[in-house]
Every structure is written in C-alpha cells, then in structure tokens.
C-alpha cells in the first residue's frame, strides 16, 4: 500500500479525545489532525514525537489531515510505527492477492465485510469450490513493551472477544477460520497478547485456539511511502 501523496512532517503535541490530535508542522503552525485509532496507543503518543500527516484531497472533510506514522525506538533504533487502524484491511487484501501470506493462498475468491455469526460482519471470507469457506478476522498490531515483541490488544476489547467467539462458531459448522495479527512495527520478531491488559481477551483466544481457530501474525515494513507486509513472525 502506497500512501497517494507524501506525507508531511510533524511534531506531536498531545493526542485527545481519542480521535484528535494536536500538531506542530514544520512553519511553526499548531494544527489539529484525525487519529483513526480507538486503542490507547501505549508508547505511541510521546509529546515531542516525530509524526508523519497525510492530506485528504477531500475539501469538505472537517480534518483535513490525518495521523499516519510516528517515530520510535522501542530499543533496537529508532523506526516508523503505523497507528492508523483503518489501513490493516487493505493491506491484507493485497497481500492475500499477491501470495505473500502463506497461510491464506489457493482461494478462488475473497470477500469483504460478510455477515456471519450473531449479527457481525467477517473481515474476509475466502471461498474456493474445492475447499471449505475460510472466515478471516484481522487485528491491528502496534503494542511493543520489550523490544520486537509485538502485543495485542493494548485496551480492552470485547468486540475483539466476541470475533474469537463466532470464529469458533464457523470451525464448529464445518469451515476453517483464521485470526489474523498485523504489526506495523518493522522490528518486530515475536507476537504475544498482552493477558495483563485484557484477561477476559487472553481467555477468549485461548478457547477459540482449542476450538480450531487458527492464529497467525505477519508484521509490515513501513516507510513514508507506504507500508507492506513484510514477513510472518511466531504466536507465543
């Protein structure tokens, strides 16, 4: 995924409301942006970061600007982080399309937003005339407290409980189901969930993985030109 325009340089000065954020630009202008990020982004919101904006190209949008990356060293250097949590979908559909997760090739056909379950719609549904329907949750990935261990979830998340529910639902009926961990952190090499933050989540994984909900985590390289997906790393 490449981001349409470059972005613009930036200096955060403080994220609130969750949703906005204040920043400096470069000429000194004080600015308010759109964070498309409902987690507590933990370690991602230091006042003085480096950010990175991109511009919509929309005229009547309210924000015109919206937070796409920021600057961090999480101990191996510093590197760009992607918060925006609108973005893991397309990237999975391109990489699905492009065979470049492993796990999710040899499907005549993908697609988006299906309703399953008890009134939830799947990320993905992938279908294949010889082969039973595979449903496919995605999860954003931007939680690091030890150096390359990426963590999920950095909040509480019932609904993200409730997806691991009807993904066992669908294992149980007869098709395959796959959580997907997308980590836009470059330097991750392990992902783990984050049981202190959410229990209740950590409880939910664990039953659905016993009910036959496959687990897979890729993480992505990120630039200011685009992110991609970059390669898998282990589930612990």
Not at 16 to 30: H, I, M, N, Q
Not at 64 to 76: K, N, Q, R, Y
């Amino acid at each position: 995924m490449r981001f349409p325009a470059p972005l613009l340089p930036a200096t955060l000065v403080k994220r609130y409301k969750r949703f906005l954020a204040d920043v400096v630009l470069p000429s000194g202008e004080t600015i308010t942006v759109h964070c498309a990020n409902p987690g507590s982004m933990i370690g991602l919101d230091a006042a003085g970061a480096q950010v990175w904006l991109s511009k919509s190209a929309n005229p009547n949008r309210k924000l015109a600007h919206s937070w796409e990356l920021i600057e961090v060293d999480f101990g191996v250097g510093a590197e760009l982080v992607g918060i925006n949590t609108s973005h893991p979908n397309a990237l999975a559909a391109e990489a699905i399309a492009a065979g470049a997760i492993a796990e999710l090739v040899g499907y005549a056909g993908l697609r988006r937003e299906v309703k399953y379950g008890r009134n939830s719609r799947v990320d993905f549904l992938l279908e294949d005339p010889a082969r039973v329907p595979c449903y496919v949750e995605i999860k954003n990935v931007h939680l690091m407290r030890q150096p390359q261990l990426a963590e999920f979830p950095d909040a509480v998340t019932k609904r993200g409980a409730k997806h691991l529910g009807e993904l066992s639902n669908m294992v149980a009926a007869g098709a395959r189901a796959v959580m997907l961990y997308l980590i836009q952190i470059g330097s991750a090499r392990a992902f783990a969930l984050a049981r202190d933050i959410d229990p209740a989540y950590g409880k939910a994984f664990d039953a659905a993985r016993t009910a036959g909900v496959e687990a897979i985590a890729y993480r992505c390289g990120i630039t200011c030109h685009g992110i991609e997906i970059a390669g898998p790393v282990p589930v612990e």
